[in-house]
């Protein structure tokens, strides 16, 4: 049996009680948003994507062992910049184990990946804008900060490729990448809380990152 897309999980969001602080839009924007700052994709996008690419990087296709991490539960919306929201989004997220292993065959710490992490996942947006993945509360390895790879496209459209980094990490302040941004408002657009679930018995966290497009295809 192949385990259900999270798409159909969302049931989970709504019994823990987050329904309020990861999906809510509070009231209308007076003044276009400023357009989540776009970051180098990396040398590890995977340069063979998986089997499986949903949405729930911890478990891969009908197995059953679960990837070793933090169980994180990351999820936003897409909106343009008058805050309206963006549907039909591909929401493409990648990310090291917790080894600091990516799914690239050039990855420095291939050799001691964890072969239960997907790696990868995307999503499609609805219409509310919203996307959601499960994932593991991001690591550091040699050089880098914790941090999840965005990529967004509308159909054949690029739209927006970024990081999202962990608040409160140390190691953001020794990163590079993390430390170059423009400003302090560059940095907190792209550096989120991971806050620990109510009442989960596997301590699992939520996270929240929304994504501000500065252009869409009709600008072009």
């Known amino acids: 049996m192949r385990k259900p897309l999270l798409s159909n999980r969302r049931s989970f969001l709504y019994a823990s009680g987050l329904t309020v602080s990861l999906y809510c839009n509070p009231g209308a924007f007076a003044e276009r948003l400023m357009s989540t700052p776009a970051q180098t994709e ?40 008058h805050g309206d929201p963006m549907a039909n989004v591909t929401v493409e997220i990648w990310q090291c184990d917790a080894s600091g292993a990516y799914l690239h065959s050039g990855s420095d710490n291939r050799n001691k990946s964890d072969q239960n992490f997907q790696g990868y996942g995307r999503f499609l947006t609805g219409q509310k804008g919203e996307y ?8 550091p390895y040699t050089g880098r900060t914790p941090h999840i790879h965005y990529k967004l496209k509308q159909g054949n459209k690029p739209l927006l490729t970024t990081q ?4 409160g990490d140390p190691g953001n302040k020794r990163d590079g990448i993390w430390s170059r941004m423009k400003s302090d408002k560059h940095r907190a657009a792209l550096t989120v809380p991971f806050q620990e679930i109510p009442n989960s018995p596997v301590k699992a966290l939520a996270a929240r990152f929304d ?9 072009a």
């Open 164 to 167: 999202c980094y962990v608040q």
């Open 211 to 219: 994504l501000v497009i500065g252009h869409t295809p009709a600008d």
């Open 132 to 139: 959601l993945f499960r994932t593991i509360r991001p690591v």
């Open 42 to 81: 990396g040398p590890f996008y995977p340069d063979h994507l998986p089997l499986d690419t949903d949405n729930d990087l911890i478990l891969i296709n009908d197995q059953i062992t679960p990837a070793v991490g933090q169980i994180s539960w990351v999820s936003g919306r897409v909106l343009d910049r």
